[in-house]
């Protein structure tokens, strides 16, 4: 194998490894460097990004404020096992009503217009090269939209219960937690790359397109937006699970049990298959009266359910009678 060819170089699995090993970063491990965006052969040349290394942040200090000495994540990650995270699927809930197909295929022309925006392509049949730009650029331009759905539901909801003065039953938190989760991806990944004036452009026109449309969409049919963003983090949980197997094989010399590039990306595609099953079971609720199961107390603690973790993760997400 050709080093040349690594998808990700062995300076940029060494920046992660000293990152994310860095005091105060999180159990996730996605703290990492500006300097992990090497070229992948011996050239000196920027890839994906316009902007002077010097632009990118590379570790600030805390703020030195008098009484302030840590400001720690409003929702903290949880726990998760090597064996969970390697214990994560490629799963497709097929649909079953006419929302579901109506969610469906909306995910599949965002996809197709998503793969045409970011020069993807894995089709077994056609072989080809994802490089590390290829790779980022995706990642990138995925998550800013990822964290879209979390936060116009949790604020419509919110708005929902102000005005007709009832509860919300614990929705709210799981969808904040949702959107947060998708933006400490995308710092995460920005602290590998800068997007480039193009880029910056396209994220622009692509988030107040599908901000816009999802707030309306989630007026008027919460159902068919949960299960939308459900199929969506099928396809994020594929896409990861791609990359996990590019870097496997294009990269020969990757020790195991370090935070390794390959070992963040298992951590970010086990987000996204939680994801999955937080929109497949919300989809599968009533929208207005359900509990969120996710952080709901349950009269038989010892059988599986819901809940913030993945030991019982459900990948096309919980039917209704199973907790309600």
Known sequence: MNPSRAVFSSTITTNISRAACRPGATSLGLRTSHALLKPIAANTSRQFSTSRK????????????????????????????????????????????????????????????????????HDPNKPYVMNERKWLTRFIFLETVAGVPGMAGAMIRHFHSLRRLKRDNGWIETLLEDAYNERMHLLTFLKMAEPGRFMKLMILGAQ???????????????????????????????????????????????????????DLLYYVRA?????????HTLGNLEQKTDPNPFVSEYKDPT??????????????????????
């Open 54 to 121: 010097s632009q990118l942040e590379y570790f600030p200090p805390p703020k030195n404020a008098p009484h302030i000495k840590l400001t720690p994540p409003a929702w903290p990650h949880e726990g998760v096992t090597e064996e969970q995270l390697k214990g994560i699927v490629v799963a497709h809930r097929e649909p079953r009503t006419w929302s579901d197909w109506t969610a469906y295929n909306m995910v599949r022309i965002l996809r197709w217009g998503t793969d045409l925006a970011t020069g993807y392509r």
């Open 208 to 262: 107040g397109v599908f901000s816009n449309g999802f707030f309306l969409a989630y007026l008027i049919a919460p159902r068919i937006c949960h299960r939308f963003v459900g199929y969506l983090e099928e396809e994020a949980t594929h896409t990861y699970t791609l990359a996990i197997e590019d870097i496997a094989v294009k990269y020969w010399n990757m020790p195991e049990g370090h935070r390794t590039m390959k």
């Open 271 to 279: 987000d996204e298959a939680k994801h999955r099953e937080i929109h």
């Open 303 to 324: 059988k599986p359910h819901p809940g913030k973790g993945i030991e019982h993760i459900r990948s096309t997400g919980w039917e209704r009678e199973e907790v309600i």
